[in-house]
């Protein structure tokens, strides 16, 4: 350790090492097939809809947002967002925009060919764009604009989400899927075109199937961090998460390193070993983390904050038994779709109608055993930021569990004090203990 380098206090779940080494290696193999005459494409986190496809086509695929959140973690976004800002693009939009406009205004600077100072080698003019309306109502208008920077063609994936209300109208989820089946097919004829080759019908229904079990196996990771002392904290969850939400690399691989990151926590739940020194506090985190800024997790652990379970969108649905449905399209569509709508019924029944990416909280809070939540309101996200409110009203009132309310950013570390979380820490944790008692006094079990 350097002279200054503060103590990591967290203890890591070291079979996460390989599943994050996969985020760089995605980075080099798009290098690699630019060189060798190989497609590559930007996307959009499209929740595993698009994805089986571009990787049954044999296209290696980069994520503009996984981008942004390697250029923060890395310390180097702020020239890219100066660049974003020089470009007239205004300061409130999502920070992994910002930060991919101003990367993509130095790329086309440079002739299509990746900047020198990009982090991990950077991502190399792509072939097309593939848009997701899914969730964030920032991202067709976004992808539109890069099209105009890199002059290529855009598709964007249709992503049909219903409220909990309307999703239990007649024939409503039959009927999403149908759609998202006959817009899937549209893209393949797109895909293949671009890239002047046919579906391997064959190789998309085995990547199907391999993405659900990878799907499969880590919620059964997450299950495994309800135990006491929780044995996996947060960051390992951030670090690990990629491989399965945005499929990168060899998925046969892939499910091996989840099967032995399962393996490894499993065997930590067994001998009572803990992802911090000592844990006091519980904690739920909702939603996008500071990426600049992890560290502040470590100084929230010496205090004895364990980050248990957090950010809804980052984690796959319960299982689903899928095999009944020979077509691979159908399945994919089911599958995605399953992501978002399962739990629509759950939240019906305990009328939490506000939305579902409220709900869920409840229902981590309380499955997990949490003494708080962490709730990151971001300057540049309304999807991830809006319900936040609500959800601190909700939480206290359903489950008597206090909120701290940290406001920042993804990507601009402008816009985010760490210090500030700090000092409120203490603060908080009086709230933590006596909401504890409050409980207690209740009748719930935690």
């Not at 299982?319 to 992501?339: F, K, M, N, T």
Request: charged share 25%; aromatic share 10%.
């Amino acid at each position: 350790m350097t002279t200054g380098e503060k103590k990591r206090v967290i203890n890591r779940v070291k079979a996460m090492y390989p599943l994050r080494a996969k985020v760089d290696e995605s980075y080099m193999r798009s290098l690699e097939a630019i060189k060798a005459g190989k497609p590559t494409v930007w996307a959009m986190l499209n929740f595993c809809y698009g994805d089986p496809v571009l990787k049954a086509m044999d296209i290696e695929v980069v994520y503009p947002e996984n981008y942004g959140a390697a250029l923060a973690a890395a310390g180097v976004a702020r020239e890219y967002l100066d660049r974003a800002d020089a470009e007239g693009f205004p300061t409130h939009l999502c920070g992994y925009s910002r930060a991919n406009f101003g990367y993509a205004a130095r790329l086309m600077e440079l002739g299509g060919q990746p900047p020198p100072e990009a982090p991990m080698g950077g991502m190399p003019k792509p072939l097309f764009l593939l848009s997701s309306v899914a969730v964030c109502d920032a991202r067709y208008k976004w992808f539109q604009a890069l099209g105009r920077y890199l002059d290529v063609p855009v598709w964007t994936l249709e992503a049909p989400l219903p409220g909990i209300r309307e999703f239990q109208l007649k024939d409503c989820y039959e009927e999403m899927v149908r759609l998202s089946t006959r817009h899937l097919r549209d893209f393949i004829a797109f895909v293949e075109k671009a890239v002047g080759r046919k579906m391997d019908w064959d190789k998309l229904d085995e990547i199907a199937n391999l993405m659900m079990e990878i799907n499969r196996v880590s919620h059964e990771i997450n299950e495994l961090r309800k135990a006491k002392p929780c044995p996996m904290h947060s960051r390992d969850f951030w670090s690990a998460m990629p491989p399965a939400l945005f499929l990168l690399g060899d998925l046969k691989e892939s499910l091996q390193l989840y099967k032995n990151l399962y393996d490894e926590v499993a065997e930590r739940v067994k001998n009572g070993t803990s992802a911090i020194p000592e844990e006091k506090y519980r904690l739920v985190f909702a939603e996008l983390p500071p990426w600049h800024s992890l560290d502040l997790f470590d100084r929230l652990a010496e205090r004895g904050w364990n980050f248990v379970i957090e950010s809804f969108g980052y984690h796959p649905p319960p299982p689903v038994d899928l095999s009944h449905v020979s077509d691979p399209i159908e399945r994919i569509a089911r599958y995605s779709l399953q992501r978002m709508v399962s739990n629509y019924k759950d939240a019906l029944e305990k009328n939490v109608v506000a939305g579902v990416d409220v709900y869920i909280y409840l229902k981590y809070v309380s499955e997990w055993k949490c003494d708080g939540a962490f709730l990151h309101p971001l300057v540049s996200c309304r999807s991830a930021s809006t319900h936040l409110p609500h959800l601190a009203n909700i939480l206290m009132e359903r489950l008597k569990v206090p909120s701290l309310i940290v406001e920042g950013d993804i990507v601009d570390l402008r816009l985010f004090n760490p210090q500030d979380a700090l000092l409120r820490a203490e603060p908080f944790e009086e709230a933590m203990e006596h909401y504890r008692k409050v409980r207690r006094e209740a009748g719930f079990d935690w």
